[in-house]
């Protein structure tokens, strides 16, 4: 008998309403049949969880799939690039204007790290190209602590890193013989921290918000809510960078698309929209 059929139906569903209710997490079709074995092998967190709610960080710890990697959409990436320095490509840029300053992301879901430092990565180079000036702001949140414990040391496989180039690579020291270290000066950069989308928003407005693979664990009836939620942490022409085919239909009032590269799913903020909704 297969070992996940030993958790009922109406068990598992119970389960899934906790988790969402808590965290906003829902358990699509797409990754039931793996959330349904973890919990099978992790029954008994879910049985204190039902009576002590302060246990569900380790269920979802347990729960998420945290599969991510270094640059892991190029052209996302690219198109961050062009962003921030303001590219031919981009409406109403001057190619004449100074670099700009100060400017802030924010990577959403950020997992174990990879994403937030392949940002600043592309950041700082855009600094020493003379196309950005410093200092620049990166907030990097996530929902499990465990994989925000990872990004936090810093420290990959050497195999993790195999596909980047040269100038990406040198920005990892050596950690023994099969590690690599994010080096001093590219961590700092960061900042990472416990973050629920159920909670209020940071407090801040960003130039860019990195989103990537997060809406396949919001429930349909909700992306656009939670869409609105972050188009008001943007500041007016910011962006909002989604994976491709992560989001259909319709965006928030707010936000309106940009076509810059068809390869990219990413929204614009309207400069005149009202501040975003509350995510409820």
Same mark, same amino acid.
């Given at each position: 008998? $297969?070992?996940?059929?030993? #958790? ?7 389960? %899934? ?6 965290? /906003?997490?829902?358990?699509? $079709? ?5 959330? &349904? !074995? ?15 709610? /302060?246990? *569900?960080?380790?269920?979802?710890? !347990? #729960? ?61 180079? #855009? %600094? ?9 702001? *990166? *907030? ?17 496989? !050497?195999?993790? #890193? ?14 023994? $013989? ?10 700092? !950069? ?32 909700? &992306? ?34 940009? &076509?810059?590269?068809?390869?990219? *799913? ?9 501040? /975003?909704?509350?995510?409820?």
């Amino acid at each position: 008998m $297969d070992p996940a059929m030993e #958790l009922t139906e109406r068990k598992f569903r119970h389960w %899934c309403r906790l988790i969402e209710s808590h965290t /906003g997490i829902a358990v699509s $079709d797409c990754w039931a049949d793996f959330a &349904r !074995r973890r919990m099978v092998e992790h029954q008994s967190f879910f049985r204190q969880a039902e009576d002590s709610p /302060g246990n *569900l960080q380790a269920l979802v710890d !347990r #729960l998420l799939i945290k599969e991510t990697r270094f640059f892991r959409h190029p052209p996302s990436f690219n198109y961050v690039a062009n962003i921030l320095t303001g590219g031919p490509d981009v409406p109403g840029s001057d190619p004449q204007s100074e670099p700009p300053s100060g400017f802030s992301l924010w990577s959403v879901g950020c997992a174990s790290g990879e994403e937030a430092y392949s940002l600043a990565i592309l950041s700082e180079q #855009l %600094c020493q190209a003379g196309k950005l000036s410093s200092p620049f702001r *990166l *907030l990097a949140t996530d929902v499990s602590q465990s994989a925000l414990d990872v990004a936090s040391c810093g420290e990959y496989p !050497r195999s993790r #890193l195999k596909h980047l180039n040269a100038m990406q690579h040198a920005w990892f020291e050596p950690a023994g $013989d099969k590690f690599l270290r994010v080096r001093a000066t590219l961590k700092k !950069r960061v900042v990472f921290a416990w973050h629920n989308l159920l909670d209020p928003l940071p407090g801040k407005t960003f130039d860019v918000i990195f989103c990537q693979n997060l809406l396949v664990y919001v429930a349909p009836t909700r &992306r656009k809510m939670l869409l609105e939620k972050l188009a008001g942490a943007l500041k007016p022409g910011g962006r909002l960078v989604l994976a491709p085919g992560e989001f259909f239909g319709a965006p928030p009032e707010a936000l309106v698309r940009d &076509r810059c590269d068809p390869g990219v *799913l990413a929204y614009r903020r309207s400069p005149n929209s009202a501040w /975003g909704h509350k995510w409820h």
